[in-house]
Protein backbone atom coordinates (compact mmCIF):
# COMPACT_ATOMS: atom_id res chain seq x y z
CA UNK A 1 0.00 0.00 0.00
CA UNK A 2 0.99 3.70 -1.01
CA UNK A 3 1.64 6.53 1.74
CA UNK A 4 -1.98 7.68 0.65
CA UNK A 5 -3.57 4.22 1.02
CA UNK A 6 -2.43 3.92 4.59
CA UNK A 7 -3.03 7.32 5.42
CA UNK A 8 -6.64 6.73 4.13
CA UNK A 9 -7.50 3.59 5.88
CA UNK A 10 -6.35 5.00 9.28
CA UNK A 11 -7.95 8.42 8.40
CA UNK A 12 -11.73 6.43 7.53
CA UNK A 13 -11.17 3.97 10.52
CA UNK A 14 -10.55 6.61 12.79
CA UNK A 15 -13.32 8.97 11.87
CA UNK A 16 -15.90 5.87 11.47
CA UNK A 17 -14.91 5.48 15.63
CA UNK A 18 -15.19 8.76 16.13
CA UNK A 19 -18.70 9.09 14.51
CA UNK A 20 -20.18 6.36 16.35
CA UNK A 21 -18.94 7.89 19.10
CA UNK A 22 -19.79 11.31 18.80
CA UNK A 23 -23.16 9.73 17.83
CA UNK A 24 -23.36 7.67 21.62
CA UNK A 25 -21.98 11.21 23.30
CA UNK A 26 -24.89 13.52 21.64
CA UNK A 27 -27.17 11.04 22.90
CA UNK A 28 -25.56 11.05 26.41
CA UNK A 29 -24.23 13.89 27.61
CA UNK A 30 -25.81 17.73 27.10
CA UNK A 31 -24.89 20.49 25.35
CA UNK A 32 -23.11 22.19 28.04
CA UNK A 33 -20.89 19.19 28.35
CA UNK A 34 -19.82 19.53 24.67
CA UNK A 35 -19.40 23.60 24.94
CA UNK A 36 -17.18 23.41 27.81
CA UNK A 37 -14.99 20.69 26.26
CA UNK A 38 -15.24 22.64 22.78
CA UNK A 39 -14.01 25.82 24.85
CA UNK A 40 -10.99 23.73 26.36
CA UNK A 41 -9.85 22.65 23.21
CA UNK A 42 -10.11 25.38 21.44
CA UNK A 43 -7.54 26.86 23.85
CA UNK A 44 -5.46 23.65 24.15
CA UNK A 45 -5.17 23.61 20.55
CA UNK A 46 -3.90 27.43 20.29
CA UNK A 47 -1.44 26.77 22.77
CA UNK A 48 -0.09 23.62 20.75
CA UNK A 49 0.23 25.40 18.53
CA UNK A 50 2.50 27.69 19.93
CA UNK A 51 4.41 24.85 21.36
CA UNK A 52 5.49 23.51 18.28
CA UNK A 53 6.43 26.74 16.57
CA UNK A 54 6.50 25.28 13.45
CA UNK A 55 9.43 22.65 14.72
CA UNK A 56 7.80 19.38 13.19
CA UNK A 57 7.47 21.10 9.92
CA UNK A 58 11.10 22.41 10.05
CA UNK A 59 12.04 18.82 10.40
CA UNK A 60 10.20 17.18 7.43
CA UNK A 61 11.24 20.21 4.57
CA UNK A 62 14.89 20.07 5.57
CA UNK A 63 16.98 18.14 2.74
CA UNK A 64 19.47 16.75 5.38
CA UNK A 65 19.55 16.18 8.93
CA UNK A 66 22.20 16.19 11.57
CA UNK A 67 21.59 14.27 15.29
CA UNK A 68 22.10 17.39 16.76
CA UNK A 69 19.11 19.13 14.88
CA UNK A 70 16.59 16.17 16.02
CA UNK A 71 17.79 16.58 19.57
CA UNK A 72 17.17 20.17 19.41
CA UNK A 73 13.72 20.28 17.88
CA UNK A 74 12.64 17.71 20.55
CA UNK A 75 13.76 19.44 23.77
CA UNK A 76 12.89 23.17 22.65
CA UNK A 77 9.71 21.75 21.92
CA UNK A 78 9.51 19.82 25.24
CA UNK A 79 10.09 22.72 27.02
CA UNK A 80 7.87 24.74 25.49
CA UNK A 81 4.78 22.88 25.72
CA UNK A 82 5.91 21.86 29.19
CA UNK A 83 6.27 26.03 30.17
CA UNK A 84 2.41 26.52 28.60
CA UNK A 85 0.98 23.49 30.11
CA UNK A 86 2.13 25.15 33.50
CA UNK A 87 0.81 28.57 32.74
CA UNK A 88 -2.20 26.96 31.61
CA UNK A 89 -2.79 25.11 35.06
CA UNK A 90 -1.72 28.09 36.85
CA UNK A 91 -4.24 30.39 35.17
CA UNK A 92 -7.38 27.93 34.78
CA UNK A 93 -9.90 29.81 37.82
CA UNK A 94 -9.19 33.23 36.33
CA UNK A 95 -9.88 31.78 32.44
CA UNK A 96 -12.92 29.75 34.01
CA UNK A 97 -13.67 33.35 35.54
CA UNK A 98 -13.45 35.33 31.77
CA UNK A 99 -15.82 32.92 30.09
CA UNK A 100 -18.10 32.45 33.24
CA UNK A 101 -18.01 28.40 32.82
CA UNK A 102 -16.85 27.01 36.43
CA UNK A 103 -16.03 24.03 34.99
CA UNK A 104 -13.34 24.79 32.94
CA UNK A 105 -11.50 25.57 36.50
CA UNK A 106 -11.27 21.88 36.62
CA UNK A 107 -10.48 20.81 32.98
CA UNK A 108 -8.20 23.29 31.87
CA UNK A 109 -5.54 21.60 34.18
CA UNK A 110 -6.19 18.03 33.13
CA UNK A 111 -5.89 18.36 29.44
CA UNK A 112 -2.69 20.92 29.90
CA UNK A 113 -0.85 17.64 30.17
CA UNK A 114 -1.99 16.54 26.86
CA UNK A 115 -0.31 19.04 25.80
CA UNK A 116 3.28 17.45 27.30
CA UNK A 117 2.67 14.17 25.90
CA UNK A 118 2.16 15.58 22.91
CA UNK A 119 4.86 17.30 22.26
CA UNK A 120 6.87 14.08 23.66
CA UNK A 121 5.49 12.11 20.44
CA UNK A 122 6.14 15.56 17.87
CA UNK A 123 9.83 14.80 16.89
CA UNK A 124 9.21 10.71 16.16
CA UNK A 125 6.29 11.40 13.89
CA UNK A 126 7.94 14.53 11.82
CA UNK A 127 10.64 11.75 11.41
CA UNK A 128 8.14 9.34 10.58
CA UNK A 129 6.28 11.83 8.17
CA UNK A 130 9.80 13.06 6.66
CA UNK A 131 10.42 9.57 5.69
CA UNK A 132 7.41 9.01 4.11
CA UNK A 133 6.75 6.39 6.54
CA UNK A 134 2.72 6.46 6.41
CA UNK A 135 1.98 2.32 8.22
CA UNK A 136 3.27 2.86 11.26
CA UNK A 137 1.56 6.45 11.43
CA UNK A 138 -1.95 5.04 10.43
CA UNK A 139 -1.82 2.25 12.93
CA UNK A 140 -0.80 4.86 15.77
CA UNK A 141 -3.93 6.72 14.82
CA UNK A 142 -6.44 4.12 14.92
CA UNK A 143 -4.97 2.48 17.94
CA UNK A 144 -5.36 6.03 19.90
CA UNK A 145 -9.05 6.74 18.35
CA UNK A 146 -10.20 3.12 19.38
CA UNK A 147 -8.86 2.88 22.65
CA UNK A 148 -9.81 6.62 22.68
CA UNK A 149 -13.56 6.22 21.76
CA UNK A 150 -14.03 2.97 24.07
CA UNK A 151 -13.29 5.15 26.86
CA UNK A 152 -15.54 7.80 26.04
CA UNK A 153 -18.11 5.63 25.73
CA UNK A 154 -17.80 4.16 28.78
CA UNK A 155 -17.67 6.45 30.55
CA UNK A 156 -20.25 8.57 29.48
CA UNK A 157 -22.71 5.51 30.04
CA UNK A 158 -21.67 5.69 33.51
CA UNK A 159 -22.64 9.08 34.06
CA UNK A 160 -19.43 10.74 34.05
CA UNK A 161 -20.36 13.66 31.86
CA UNK A 162 -17.81 16.09 30.74
CA UNK A 163 -15.52 13.91 31.74
CA UNK A 164 -16.21 11.18 29.27
CA UNK A 165 -15.27 13.96 26.62
CA UNK A 166 -11.94 14.83 28.52
CA UNK A 167 -11.05 11.24 28.88
CA UNK A 168 -11.27 10.74 25.48
CA UNK A 169 -8.66 13.67 24.45
CA UNK A 170 -6.30 12.72 26.93
CA UNK A 171 -5.92 8.63 26.35
CA UNK A 172 -5.97 9.39 22.61
CA UNK A 173 -2.72 11.90 23.11
CA UNK A 174 -1.24 8.91 25.14
CA UNK A 175 -1.54 6.32 23.18
CA UNK A 176 -0.51 8.25 20.04
CA UNK A 177 2.38 9.09 21.43
CA UNK A 178 3.55 5.98 23.46
CA UNK A 179 2.80 3.36 19.60
CA UNK A 180 5.09 6.31 18.26
CA UNK A 181 8.07 5.96 19.81
CA UNK A 182 7.75 2.27 19.32
CA UNK A 183 7.65 2.41 15.56
CA UNK A 184 11.22 4.72 15.65
CA UNK A 185 15.11 3.93 16.81
CA UNK A 186 16.15 7.77 17.37
CA UNK A 187 16.27 8.49 21.19
CA UNK A 188 16.70 12.19 22.64
CA UNK A 189 20.16 12.96 23.67
CA UNK A 190 20.80 15.91 25.97
CA UNK A 191 21.87 18.00 23.24
CA UNK A 192 20.77 21.57 22.66
CA UNK A 193 23.14 23.82 20.02
CA UNK A 194 22.23 27.43 20.27
CA UNK A 195 23.05 27.81 16.33
CA UNK A 196 20.44 25.17 15.44
CA UNK A 197 17.45 27.00 17.73
CA UNK A 198 18.26 30.59 15.55
CA UNK A 199 17.67 28.26 12.08
CA UNK A 200 15.10 26.99 13.59
CA UNK A 201 13.06 29.98 14.76
CA UNK A 202 13.85 31.53 11.26
CA UNK A 203 11.52 29.39 9.59
CA UNK A 204 9.46 28.18 12.15
CA UNK A 205 8.03 31.70 13.49
CA UNK A 206 6.93 32.22 9.99
CA UNK A 207 4.70 29.21 10.12
CA UNK A 208 4.16 29.91 13.46
CA UNK A 209 1.96 33.22 12.37
CA UNK A 210 0.48 31.60 9.59
CA UNK A 211 -0.43 28.53 12.22
CA UNK A 212 -1.98 31.23 14.64
CA UNK A 213 -4.12 32.70 12.42
CA UNK A 214 -5.74 29.73 11.37
CA UNK A 215 -6.43 28.81 14.57
CA UNK A 216 -7.92 32.26 15.17
CA UNK A 217 -10.07 31.25 11.90
CA UNK A 218 -10.85 27.94 13.02
CA UNK A 219 -11.53 28.56 16.66
CA UNK A 220 -13.43 32.11 16.73
CA UNK A 221 -16.65 30.66 16.78
CA UNK A 222 -16.02 28.76 19.99
CA UNK A 223 -14.27 32.13 21.41
CA UNK A 224 -17.15 34.67 20.34
CA UNK A 225 -20.08 32.03 21.09
CA UNK A 226 -18.65 31.35 24.33
CA UNK A 227 -17.96 35.05 25.84
CA UNK A 228 -21.75 36.82 24.25
CA UNK A 229 -23.73 33.57 24.77
CA UNK A 230 -22.98 30.50 27.10
CA UNK A 231 -21.26 27.32 26.87
CA UNK A 232 -24.35 25.56 25.90
CA UNK A 233 -24.96 27.96 22.91
CA UNK A 234 -21.27 26.66 21.69
CA UNK A 235 -22.39 23.22 22.48
CA UNK A 236 -25.00 23.87 19.94
CA UNK A 237 -23.21 25.42 17.36
CA UNK A 238 -20.45 21.87 17.77
CA UNK A 239 -22.60 19.53 17.57
CA UNK A 240 -24.08 21.19 14.04
CA UNK A 241 -20.82 21.58 13.31
CA UNK A 242 -19.24 18.49 14.42
CA UNK A 243 -20.53 16.12 12.09
CA UNK A 244 -19.70 18.06 9.00
CA UNK A 245 -15.88 18.36 10.39
CA UNK A 246 -15.71 14.60 11.14
CA UNK A 247 -16.05 14.04 7.24
CA UNK A 248 -14.37 17.34 5.96
CA UNK A 249 -11.43 15.57 8.06
CA UNK A 250 -11.70 12.11 6.89
CA UNK A 251 -11.02 13.58 3.38
CA UNK A 252 -8.31 16.40 4.13
CA UNK A 253 -6.11 14.53 6.40
CA UNK A 254 -5.45 11.50 4.18
CA UNK A 255 -3.93 13.81 1.31
CA UNK A 256 -2.91 16.35 3.35
CA UNK A 257 -0.41 14.13 5.40
CA UNK A 258 1.04 13.22 2.49
CA UNK A 259 1.19 16.37 0.68
CA UNK A 260 3.49 18.47 2.62
CA UNK A 261 6.70 16.02 2.10
CA UNK A 262 5.87 15.20 -1.09
CA UNK A 263 5.75 18.40 -2.43
CA UNK A 264 8.63 19.36 -0.73
CA UNK A 265 10.25 16.28 -2.45
CA UNK A 266 8.97 17.51 -6.22
CA UNK A 267 9.86 21.45 -5.33
CA UNK A 268 12.16 21.43 -7.66
CA UNK A 269 10.23 20.69 -10.35
CA UNK A 270 7.22 23.26 -10.99
CA UNK A 271 5.19 20.85 -13.32
CA UNK A 272 4.91 18.13 -11.38
CA UNK A 273 4.45 20.20 -8.11
CA UNK A 274 1.37 21.62 -9.42
CA UNK A 275 0.13 18.54 -11.24
CA UNK A 276 0.47 16.99 -7.45
CA UNK A 277 -1.36 20.41 -6.53
CA UNK A 278 -4.30 20.30 -8.54
CA UNK A 279 -4.53 15.87 -7.93
CA UNK A 280 -4.68 16.88 -4.30
CA UNK A 281 -7.19 19.09 -4.18
CA UNK A 282 -9.15 16.41 -7.02
CA UNK A 283 -8.74 13.39 -5.09
CA UNK A 284 -10.21 15.35 -1.34
CA UNK A 285 -13.11 16.19 -3.74
CA UNK A 286 -14.04 12.62 -4.74
CA UNK A 287 -14.90 11.69 -1.13
CA UNK A 288 -15.86 15.07 0.26
CA UNK A 289 -18.29 16.98 -2.16
CA UNK A 290 -20.98 14.12 -2.35
CA UNK A 291 -20.62 13.50 1.60
CA UNK A 292 -20.99 16.86 2.08
CA UNK A 293 -23.55 17.74 0.07
CA UNK A 294 -25.78 15.28 0.79
CA UNK A 295 -25.38 16.23 4.31
CA UNK A 296 -26.62 19.40 3.70
CA UNK A 297 -29.55 17.95 1.50
CA UNK A 298 -30.74 15.79 4.38
CA UNK A 299 -30.01 16.96 7.81
CA UNK A 300 -33.03 18.19 8.25
CA UNK A 301 -33.99 14.25 8.74
CA UNK A 302 -30.24 13.43 9.36
CA UNK A 303 -29.27 15.52 12.71
CA UNK A 304 -32.34 14.41 14.40
CA UNK A 305 -32.32 11.01 13.63
CA UNK A 306 -28.96 10.44 14.60
CA UNK A 307 -28.54 12.11 17.31
CA UNK A 308 -32.19 12.81 18.81
CA UNK A 309 -35.05 15.34 18.52
CA UNK A 310 -32.68 17.46 21.08
CA UNK A 311 -30.26 18.59 19.01
CA UNK A 312 -33.72 19.26 15.72
CA UNK A 313 -32.78 22.85 15.76
CA UNK A 314 -29.12 22.80 14.94
CA UNK A 315 -29.82 20.84 11.56
CA UNK A 316 -30.20 24.17 9.26
CA UNK A 317 -26.85 25.11 10.89
CA UNK A 318 -25.37 21.89 9.66
CA UNK A 319 -27.03 22.59 6.00
CA UNK A 320 -24.96 25.49 5.32
CA UNK A 321 -21.79 24.35 7.27
CA UNK A 322 -21.72 21.96 4.89
CA UNK A 323 -21.92 23.95 2.12
CA UNK A 324 -19.51 25.85 3.73
CA UNK A 325 -16.39 22.85 3.98
CA UNK A 326 -17.56 22.13 0.41
CA UNK A 327 -16.44 24.86 -1.18
CA UNK A 328 -13.26 25.07 1.48
CA UNK A 329 -11.74 22.44 -0.51
CA UNK A 330 -10.18 24.51 -2.92
CA UNK A 331 -8.26 25.96 -0.32
CA UNK A 332 -7.11 23.04 2.20
CA UNK A 333 -3.91 21.88 0.34
CA UNK A 334 -2.63 26.15 0.17
CA UNK A 335 -0.61 26.01 3.04
CA UNK A 336 1.17 22.80 2.17
CA UNK A 337 2.15 24.16 -1.62
CA UNK A 338 3.92 27.73 -0.15
CA UNK A 339 5.67 25.56 2.51
CA UNK A 340 6.90 23.34 -0.04
CA UNK A 341 8.35 26.89 -2.29
CA UNK A 342 9.46 28.27 0.92
CA UNK A 343 7.07 31.46 0.09
CA UNK A 344 6.28 31.39 3.94
CA UNK A 345 5.44 35.35 3.55
CA UNK A 346 2.77 35.04 0.94
CA UNK A 347 0.85 32.67 2.85
CA UNK A 348 1.05 34.82 6.11
CA UNK A 349 -0.25 37.78 4.35
CA UNK A 350 -3.12 35.74 2.39
CA UNK A 351 -4.00 33.69 5.57
CA UNK A 352 -3.94 37.07 7.73
CA UNK A 353 -6.67 38.67 5.17
CA UNK A 354 -8.82 35.67 5.66
CA UNK A 355 -8.26 35.12 9.25
CA UNK A 356 -9.47 39.01 9.58
CA UNK A 357 -12.44 38.67 7.47
CA UNK A 358 -13.47 35.79 9.28
CA UNK A 359 -12.94 37.17 12.69
CA UNK A 360 -14.96 40.52 11.96
CA UNK A 361 -17.97 38.17 10.62
CA UNK A 362 -18.14 36.17 13.40
CA UNK A 363 -17.92 39.26 15.81
CA UNK A 364 -20.55 41.20 13.85
CA UNK A 365 -22.81 38.81 13.30
CA UNK A 366 -22.69 36.02 16.08
CA UNK A 367 -25.48 37.85 18.10
CA UNK A 368 -27.71 37.86 15.22
CA UNK A 369 -28.55 33.40 15.66
CA UNK A 370 -26.21 30.58 15.01
CA UNK A 371 -28.32 30.06 11.57
CA UNK A 372 -27.09 33.88 10.63
CA UNK A 373 -23.50 33.45 11.97
CA UNK A 374 -23.45 29.93 9.26
CA UNK A 375 -25.04 32.11 6.47
CA UNK A 376 -22.24 34.64 6.64
CA UNK A 377 -19.33 32.19 6.74
CA UNK A 378 -20.65 30.41 3.69
CA UNK A 379 -20.44 33.85 2.12
CA UNK A 380 -16.98 34.82 3.22
CA UNK A 381 -16.02 31.33 2.49
CA UNK A 382 -17.03 32.09 -1.47
CA UNK A 383 -16.08 35.58 -1.44
CA UNK A 384 -12.20 35.07 -0.08
CA UNK A 385 -11.78 31.99 -2.26
CA UNK A 386 -10.92 33.62 -5.68
CA UNK A 387 -8.47 35.76 -3.47
CA UNK A 388 -7.05 33.10 -2.67
CA UNK A 389 -6.71 31.47 -6.44
CA UNK A 390 -5.13 34.65 -7.67
CA UNK A 391 -2.73 35.13 -4.85
CA UNK A 392 -1.34 31.46 -5.42
CA UNK A 393 -1.19 32.46 -8.98
CA UNK A 394 0.95 35.32 -8.60
CA UNK A 395 3.23 34.15 -6.19
CA UNK A 396 3.43 31.29 -6.35
CA UNK A 397 2.58 30.16 -9.98
CA UNK A 398 -0.17 28.03 -9.33
CA UNK A 399 -1.91 28.33 -12.72
CA UNK A 400 -5.96 28.17 -12.68
CA UNK A 401 -6.36 25.50 -14.85
CA UNK A 402 -5.35 23.32 -11.98
CA UNK A 403 -8.96 24.13 -10.94
CA UNK A 404 -10.48 22.62 -13.70
CA UNK A 405 -10.33 18.96 -12.67
CA UNK A 406 -11.85 19.56 -9.05
CA UNK A 407 -14.24 22.19 -10.45
CA UNK A 408 -15.79 18.88 -12.20
CA UNK A 409 -15.52 16.35 -9.51
CA UNK A 410 -17.55 19.22 -7.61
CA UNK A 411 -20.28 19.12 -10.69
CA UNK A 412 -20.95 15.81 -10.42
CA UNK A 413 -21.42 15.72 -6.67
CA UNK A 414 -23.95 18.61 -7.12
CA UNK A 415 -26.26 17.13 -9.73
CA UNK A 416 -26.12 13.53 -8.15
CA UNK A 417 -27.10 15.55 -4.40
CA UNK A 418 -29.49 18.03 -6.44
CA UNK A 419 -32.00 14.55 -6.78
CA UNK A 420 -32.26 13.90 -3.34
CA UNK A 421 -34.95 17.16 -2.52
CA UNK A 422 -36.90 16.13 -5.12
CA UNK A 423 -37.04 12.15 -4.26
CA UNK A 424 -37.73 13.30 -0.81
CA UNK A 425 -40.79 15.26 -2.05
CA UNK A 426 -42.24 11.53 -3.23
CA UNK A 427 -40.91 9.61 -0.65
CA UNK A 428 -42.24 11.74 2.49
CA UNK A 429 -45.30 10.64 3.32
CA UNK A 430 -45.12 6.55 2.75
CA UNK A 431 -41.95 5.91 4.32
CA UNK A 432 -40.06 6.19 7.61
CA UNK A 433 -37.20 8.65 8.18
CA UNK A 434 -34.73 6.12 8.21
CA UNK A 435 -35.63 4.09 5.27
CA UNK A 436 -35.85 7.70 3.13
CA UNK A 437 -32.01 8.31 4.23
CA UNK A 438 -31.02 4.65 3.26
CA UNK A 439 -32.57 5.36 -0.43
CA UNK A 440 -31.36 8.97 -0.55
CA UNK A 441 -27.88 7.70 -0.08
CA UNK A 442 -28.63 4.98 -2.28
CA UNK A 443 -29.44 6.92 -5.28
CA UNK A 444 -26.34 9.48 -4.85
CA UNK A 445 -24.16 6.06 -4.66
CA UNK A 446 -25.46 5.06 -7.94
CA UNK A 447 -25.53 8.26 -9.75
CA UNK A 448 -22.33 10.09 -8.59
CA UNK A 449 -20.17 7.43 -9.85
CA UNK A 450 -21.63 7.39 -13.27
CA UNK A 451 -21.34 11.43 -13.54
CA UNK A 452 -17.86 11.14 -11.98
CA UNK A 453 -16.93 8.81 -15.12
CA UNK A 454 -18.85 11.48 -17.59
CA UNK A 455 -17.27 14.50 -16.21
CA UNK A 456 -14.18 14.12 -14.16
CA UNK A 457 -12.83 10.59 -15.55
CA UNK A 458 -9.24 12.06 -15.37
CA UNK A 459 -8.83 11.84 -11.01
CA UNK A 460 -10.18 8.32 -11.92
CA UNK A 461 -7.40 7.09 -13.77
CA UNK A 462 -4.45 9.57 -11.58
CA UNK A 463 -6.29 7.83 -8.68
CA UNK A 464 -5.74 4.21 -10.38
CA UNK A 465 -2.20 5.27 -11.10
CA UNK A 466 -1.62 6.67 -7.22
CA UNK A 467 -1.34 3.39 -6.22
CA UNK A 468 1.58 3.08 -7.79
CA UNK A 469 3.24 5.92 -6.40
CA UNK A 470 3.85 9.74 -7.04
CA UNK A 471 5.66 9.32 -10.05
CA UNK A 472 2.87 7.23 -11.79
CA UNK A 473 0.11 9.60 -10.94
CA UNK A 474 1.75 12.25 -12.04
CA UNK A 475 2.20 11.03 -15.74
CA UNK A 476 -1.27 9.69 -15.31
CA UNK A 477 -2.08 13.23 -15.09
CA UNK A 478 -0.05 14.87 -17.53
CA UNK A 479 -1.01 12.11 -20.32
CA UNK A 480 -4.49 13.10 -19.40
CA UNK A 481 -4.35 16.56 -20.28
Known amino acids: MTGAAWTAAQAWSARAMSAATFIVLGRTLAPEDFGVVALAFAIILVLTTIGDSGLANYL ?3 PDLEDDTIDTVFWVGLGLAGGLAVALALGAGSVASLFDSPALADVLPVLALSMVVTATGSVPAALMRRDLRFKPLALRGSAATLVGSVVAVVAALAGAGVWALVAQYVVAAAVSTIVVWFAVTWRP ?63 TQVINAVATPTFAKVQSDPGRLFRGYELAMAASGVLLFPTLLFMAVTAEDLIPFVFGEQWATTAQVAQVTAVTAAVGVFSYFDRSLCVAVNKLRAEMILTG ?3 ATHVAVVILVAPFG ?17 VRQVVLHRVVGAPYHCLLLPLRVLAAAVVACAVVPALNLVLAD ?24 LLARDVLGAARAARRGPTAASSRATSAR
Do not use: H
Open 370 to 386: LRELAWALLVRQCVTFP
Open 60 to 62: VRQ
Open 189 to 251: RAVVRRERVREMFAFGLKLLSIDLMTQSRDRSEDFVLAGLYSTTTLGFWTVASRLVRLVQESG
Open 430 to 453: GYSTFLTLILDAAIVALLYPLLLV
Open 353 to 355: FIV
